[in-house]
């Protein structure tokens, strides 16, 4: 089994590194065969740089000449994954490595499609920086459940674990952040299973790194959620 891990970075420095140091201790500890695949999405600020010095073992790097969207870089490491499974795991430090192998195990466990690492699950402490993100999520996943018949949580985590085969039929088409619910209602349309983990989450604010734009990208994402529901389900994978 392989696991390929998509970091997806535009202007993390100062994060990415302890981040990736975090990620190299959990995967030599584990003992997995793993490839990961970095993409610069033309940083400005020390991060392209901060990867191309970057030595460390079975490492792809990738540097795109424009910024394609987080989504559209995680397409491309999708598109360029060799491994059993893929996983988003962003390199900001929000979101903890030492969540990967309970995800990994559950999913292979399970012979789950995708797996969703969930802030929330299960209520708790919840952490966020700005309620109007939280609600927003929270609106939007219940939109998600009505209109799917899903018991989700957290669409919106940015820790997605996907069978490859799986994913790798899924056609996507999104370039922004929406992009995390496209994977998940066409997941759900598909009738893929799709599981969910408890994870730690510490969010950061905009001044510290933050780029999510709460309108901005929850209109795109609502519009996503519903454009996916009304389209024939022979759209929704590659040709």
């Known amino acids: 089994m392989l696991l390929s891990i998509i970091l997806c970075a535009y202007n993390e420095q100062g994060r990415i590194d302890r981040a990736f140091l975090e990620l190299q201790e959990v995967l030599s500890l ?12 033309n940083s400005t600020d020390g991060t392209k740089q901060w990867i191309q010095s970057l030595e460390a073992p079975n490492t792809i790097k990738i540097f ?3 910024n394609l969207g987080k989504g559209g870089s995680i397409r491309l490491g999708i598109a360029k994954a060799q491994g059993d499974y ?8 929000e979101y903890s490595a030492s969540d990967i192998m309970p995800l990994l195990e559950n999913i292979q466990h399970q012979n789950g499609d ?22 927003g999520v929270a609106v939007l996943t219940k939109i998600i459940n009505i209109l799917y018949g899903s018991k989700i949580t957290d669409p919106a985590t940015a820790m997605k674990l996907m069978k490859a085969s799986f994913i790798k039929a899924v056609k996507l088409n999104n370039t922004g952040f929406n992009l995390d619910f496209e994977i998940v ?3 759900l349309r598909l009738n893929g299973l ?12 905009k001044s510290e790194g933050k780029k999510l734009n709460a309108w901005k990208d929850g209109l795109a994402s609502l519009i996503t959620i519903l454009k996916c529901r009304i389209q024939s389900s022979k759209k929704l994978i590659q040709s």
Do not use: C
């Not at 584990?30 to 999405?41: A, H, L, P, R, T």
């Not at 893929?86 to 430090?93: C, K, S, W």
């Open 86 to 93: 893929i996983l988003i795991h962003d390199p900001d430090l």
């Open 30 to 41: 584990s003992k997995i065969k793993y490839e990961v695949i970095i993409i610069d999405n």
């Open 194 to 205: 799709l599981l969910e983990n408890r994870i730690s989450y510490y969010p950061r604010t």
């Open 185 to 187: 209602v066409k997941t």
């Open 64 to 66: 795109n000449e424009m």
């Open 114 to 135: 995708l797996a969703l690492g969930s802030r929330v699950l299960g209520g708790g402490n919840i952490s966020y920086k700005y309620l109007q993100n939280y609600i």
